[in-house]
């Protein structure tokens, strides 16, 4: 079949932006750019599509050659098109992002291209709009969180309430009530109490909790049950 | 500078997905695509991109050139990129998406490429990957709906509490309940009463509303105030 008239091509590339908590804070994974321009620079994980590859294994291709990390769950963010965004020519960038669990991931992490977890609080400056898409990818996240408890993805298999605590809150970038959190978190009674606790944080210590995933995985997709006329206008 | 090595350049192309509300049913608009392969059937408004234009404004002029509509906001869905999604040649869709109340558009609405309103409910079979798109629309649209009043950017100025359960109803693609929708509704204090009624639809007729516009802008991007946690775990 003929292909099209004289449109034009567009070089495609794909962004990772790779969120993690280590159990007290909220961390984004970057490396040092490989190529000119802004070599050396702080940068998400990125290369280019190739001709016959789709995008989420593009993604994952990109990931895994950076960083070592396999079968991290991605989502698509969208795509960045400012025709200046790359000064070398135009180039289109679909990001992407994940949620992990740092500690779950750190044999993996391979120290070729020394990727580095840097907190998102302290962040360094990023090159071109990459600090854009950091900034859009954390909005997604705090929607997406509002509607499924599926930042436990970012959590050890045990962890304590005060851990759940300083997700929320870094997530949010925001102070929370600890009572209230506390309060309603139980009554959802998704969490499994341990016999044993935590005590590197505190004289008293904090007792680790487990997810119940039974119940974890009925409910996540299901955001209808969290929905609609209830919270949609408190 | 230097071009980037021999990389793959990728055709780019835009759809956009234009629900629109007429007071009873959910519609989406359809053109009859102009051109092989599939020409002469239905399609989301589509086009490629320039060489020297943002997404945005290419979007816009897409939507323009086929169906008059202007001023039209609209959302980013995301990229869709199966390398086999055009027979024709790969391209890469950047997808679009918006709502629109139809009586506002429909001066507006050339007729050149003889753009029509659709039930979604009765979609015909759409090219390409096009029906893909408007199930992942018509569930980012459930996402922002839960979280921000965003279906009366949907209605006309007046409009009755039916004409609102009905919206919610076609969205959600679920029966609610209408006692329990009317007083959660009543209660979130948006509403202005108007003093006329809207009769065509029963015989005791139903009151129009307004929406009280200060109150809605203060909390159309507000969604932290329906979180975190009360929301979230119940």
Redesign the interface.
Known sequence: ????AA??????AIDCIIFGFDGAELKLLLIQRGLE?EKGKWSLMGG????????ENAAARILRQLTGLENVYME????F???NRD??????S?AWFALVDIHKYEKQLSDDHHPEWVPVKKLPPLIFDHRHMVDIAKKRL??K???H?LLFELLPDSFTIPQLFNL?QAV?D?K?DKR??NR??L??K?LIKQKHKEKANSRRGAFYYKLDKRKYYKHRDA??S?????????
Do not use: H
């Open positions: 079949m003929k292909k099209y449109q034009s091509r567009i070089l495609v321009p280019f599509v190739e001709q016959e590859e789709g995008l698509q963010l969208q795509a098109g400012d025709p000064p070398v020519e135009r180039t289109l679909i705090q929607y969180a509002a509607l408890p929320y949010y925001k929370l209230n959190f309603k978190l009554s959802a998704l955001f209808m969290f929905l609609p006329t209830r919270n949609i206008f408190s």
